[in-house]
């Protein structure tokens, strides 16, 4: 169990992967190779993904992979260096040679939440990165066992507030971003849960359905096909506004009174810190051009998820403010992390 003094991984299922990749397929005119790509051709770019296979960085990776390595003209491979919440993956990828060919395509917790919950990162997500581009977004849902008796999340309040630390709060992984989505929320809202830390969101989702533990925020991908089948109540989204494959769940915002509350899942790509500035542009402007096409988007926006690229300095401000603000709430809540 996790101790806190007061009181975000969307995983994309395996079977939904196929289809993600199987959505990639671009126009001829698009895979003309993209200007600047003389540096990649013919070498071996890995991806790297801090994570075990399946999960949204995982399957974003896979998607891209093989159209970036058209539009550069190179090899594209996907390597999951799990471990130590993402960052034994994250480390090689900071101390890798700044050349373009070893990236990081990960949850920005891993990057922003790491240096406020684990006392001797490896690695600093601002000095040691040079990020290409923010890829997606997915929101949590705030879900509860059926056999917890409440409807609403003003009721889940009221019933922790009631009780303080006998409410279970399953975590898929320590100092993950669902479990500083739940910290936020406590320390928001006034509740004191009993953190309970799981080895996966599967696992956590499987024990919050069967009533060993009472609450979560997960993934939407993988909680709303179990709230869609009955083995879990939806209380809330945690997205800024109500999200389109659950258009009936208010958001945490509008349910708990709790203005600008926003988490989930966000996969960004970056290269080690020192890449050339001109190495960044060439696989910023190929990504971008993967993502822009309708297929794309319209699958992930089925699944859950939404496309968020942006310039490279913009995902650089996106990383510091995420830092700041995990920081900034962990400091407030005195949670700790041993």
């Not at 959505?23 to 994570?51: D, Q, W």
């Not at 040079?130 to 008796?149: D, F, R």
């Not at 926003?262 to 051009?289: C, D, F, M, R, W």
Request: with cysteine.
């Amino acid at each position: 169990m996790v101790n806190h003094a007061h009181p975000r991984r969307c995983l994309l299922g395996i079977a939904a992967a196929a289809a993600l990749v199987a959505a990639t397929a671009l126009p001829r005119a698009v895979l003309a190779a993209e200007p600047g790509s003389a540096h990649f051709a013919g070498k071996t770019v890995k991806i790297v993904v801090p994570n075990p296979a399946g999960g949204t960085s995982d399957v974003l990776a896979r998607m891209l992979a093989p159209k970036l390595g058209e539009l550069l003209g190179a090899t594209v491979v996907v390597e999951n260096k799990a471990g130590a919440t993402g960052n034994l993956g994250s480390d090689f990828v900071a101390k890798a040679p700044a050349d373009g060919l070893t990236l990081l395509l990960t949850d920005i917790g891993s990057l922003a939440i790491a240096p406020s919950v684990f006392k001797q990162l490896p690695f600093d997500p601002v000095k040691d990165f040079a990020p290409v581009t923010l890829v997606a977004y997915s929101p949590h849902l705030l879900a509860v066992s059926p056999q917890l008796p409440v409807k609403s999340v003003a009721e889940l309040i009221k019933l922790a507030k009631a009780k303080p630390n006998t409410v279970n709060f399953a975590i898929s992984g320590t100092g993950g971003a669902n479990h500083l989505a739940g910290i936020e929320f406590a320390l928001r809202s006034g509740v004191a849960w009993s953190y309970i830390p799981y080895k996966g969101g599967a696992q956590a989702l499987n024990d919050v359905a069967a009533g060993q533990a009472d609450v979560l925020f997960n993934g939407m991908v993988a909680t709303l096909p179990l709230v869609q089948g009955g083995k879990l109540k939806a209380l809330a989204v945690s997205s800024a506004k109500r999200f389109a494959a659950a258009p009936d769940v208010p958001t945490v915002a509008e349910a708990a009174g709790l203005p600008g509350f926003e988490t989930g899942s966000y996969q960004g790509i970056a290269a080690p810190a020192g890449t050339p500035p001109a190495v960044v542009n060439t696989l910023h402007a190929a990504v971008t051009k993967i993502l822009a096409t309708p297929d794309v988007q319209a699958r992930l926006a089925t699944m859950g998820a939404e496309l968020r690229p942006g310039s490279p300095a913009e995902f650089g401000a996106f990383i510091r403010k995420e830092k700041e603000r995990w920081a900034r709430v962990v400091k407030e809540s005195g949670a700790s992390f041993d």
